[in-house]
Structure formats: structure tokens, C-alpha cells
């Protein structure tokens, strides 16, 4: 496993993460989940990434169980605020950042998190507020660094126009060889301003796995088949997509590495990526995933696949 700076922090990150949305503390039985989570360390992914709204609390609660024993120093430990928690709790205002930074902590088992991220942008309220509270979590100990998740560029630069507060050190986009929409503003700004990616859904929700065939309906039981799942993957699959991940697998043979390895060290060509976070119902899967981390592939192949998708997707 390779690792990476996270931004302006003092944060080592390995180039693969761990994730828990939609699988742990909620879609994946305690006992699978858990030999994920301890794979993953044996394979030094050092990046676990969560968020209060996973499960209502439920992935966090988990987490807490999962990484309980383990020294605080040997993970990196990244959850977020944002998105409805049942009562009217909801949004980046000063009393929700409060209340809810410290009940992930207490479902986390910990008195800190490493990187605390507004999990969307909050128009209701104002990013003075938004600032200044995120910026007290800091100084209090509960956060170490500060990050956000799908913000647009503007937003962004509105963060950094302002003085005397904390200032983020991390992105959360969507990015993946079918989605490139990072490239045109976030990055640039980002890699200007001391900020690292840290990518979602690199596989494209699995597609880039090659496990999706044009010619045929998806599989039982997979994530194209599921009621939660079906409105972000539906983009994806379409037959033109589809085929033309399917001409992307002799691309990744030829660089010696499975069709999802490809794609994820596609991502982690970009400098201003720390790390991909991969979701994993097996230990076997993060097995194939960490296979990419430092994996040497000829620029050459990437362009090639990065025409063959040109014009098929929407990113």
C-alpha cells in the first residue's frame, strides 16, 4: 500500500480507503463487516470514511465496535455532517455542527475525529456560521482538519475568501473514468489551495468492474437491481456505457491488472487524489482494490481508455 499527504494537513493517507455507505452497520452482517474492516488493516489501508446520515447512525456505531482495541495513532478516521438525522436535524448551522460532532463521537467511541467534512453545502445557512463553528471543533479537539463533499468550486473559493477560520484541507467527489466534472474547477482550485481529493465511487458503482454485460439485464442481487441503489447507477447503464467498458477490459489486461484495478489507479493518476474510497461486502474484494495502490500503468493505456469513453457519459 502507497500513501499520500492529505492537502495542507499533517495527514498520511493510504491510497485506498475504506467507506461504509450503504454497507456497514446496515447492508452487510456484523460478522463480514468486521473481517472487512480487519483486512483492511492488514493490507495497511490506514483511511476509514464514514458519515453520521450512513444508516441513520448505524454505520458510525459499528465503526466504533469494529475499531475498538486499535491504537487511535494507527488510523486515519474521517466521518461528515450535513444530510437529515430524524427531528428536524438537519444542515451546517452552529447548533447541528455542535450537537452532531458530538454524537458521531459518542457512536464512534472516540474524544476526536481526523477529518470532519459538511457532507453537502448548507444554502440555508450562512458560511460565516457554517466557518466559524467548524472552525470551534477544531480548536476544541474534536476535529483534527476539516474537509467537504461536493462542493462547487465557488462555494469553495467563497471558504477560502474568508479570514480568521479553519480552512479545509480535503474534497470528496464523485470521479471515476465516466465521471471527469472534478477536472474542470474543483481540482484546479483545490490543488491551488492545499486541497486533496478524496474520491467516491470510483468504480462508477461497480461498472467499471467489467461485471455489468451490455447484452443482458444485470445480475439478481446486484447493486443495478436495488431499490436504494438504482438512481446512482442508473446513469451508468445504458448499452453504449456499457460496451464501451467492455472495450476497456483488454486495455487493463495489457497493464496486468483487473478491469476495476485500472480504473482505480485511473484515479490515482491524478496528483491532487490522496486516496479512492472502495466500499467492500468481502475481504476478497479489498484484496483485488489494494492492487492498485502504486500500480505502474503507461499513460498511454489511460488515454486510450479515456477515448473510448469520451461522448458515452455525461461526465
Sequence with gaps: MKYRKLGASDLTVSEISLGSWLTYGVGVEKARAKACVDRAFELGINFIDTANVYGRGAAETFLGEALA??????YVLATKVFFPMGGGDQGLSR??????????????????VDLYQCHRYDPNTPLEETMEALTRAVKSGKTRWLGFSEWSAEQVQ?????????????????????????EEAVIPLSAK????????????QGVLTGKYDPDAPPPAGSRATSDEMGGFISRWMS?????????????????????????????????NVASAIV?????????ENAGASGAAVDPALFAKAQAIVAGVTPG
Excluded: C, M
Design 69 to 74: 482495541g486499535r491504537k487511535r495513532e494507527s
Design 239 to 271: 448499452k453504449p456505457v456499457l460496451s464501451a467498458v467492455r472495450e476497456l477490459k483488454p486495455l487493463a489486461k495489457e497493464a496486468g491488472l483487473t478491469l476495476g484495478q485500472f480504473a482505480l489507479a485511473w484515479v490515482l493518476r491524478e496528483p
Design 279 to 287: 466500499g467492500a461486502s468481502r475481504p476478497e474484494q479489498l484484496d
Design 158 to 182: 467563497a471558504s477560502i475568501n474568508l479570514e480568521g477560520v479553519e480552512h479545509f484541507v480535503s474534497s470528496q467527489p464523485q470521479y471515476s473514468l465516466l465521471w471527469r466534472k472534478p
Design 193 to 204: 489551495n492545499g486541497i486533496s481529493q478524496i474520491v467516491w465511487s470510483p468504480l462508477a
Design 95 to 112: 447548533a447541528q455542527i455542535e450537537k452532531q460532532i458530538d454524537a458521531s463521537l459518542k457512536r464512534l467511541r472516540t474524544d476526536h
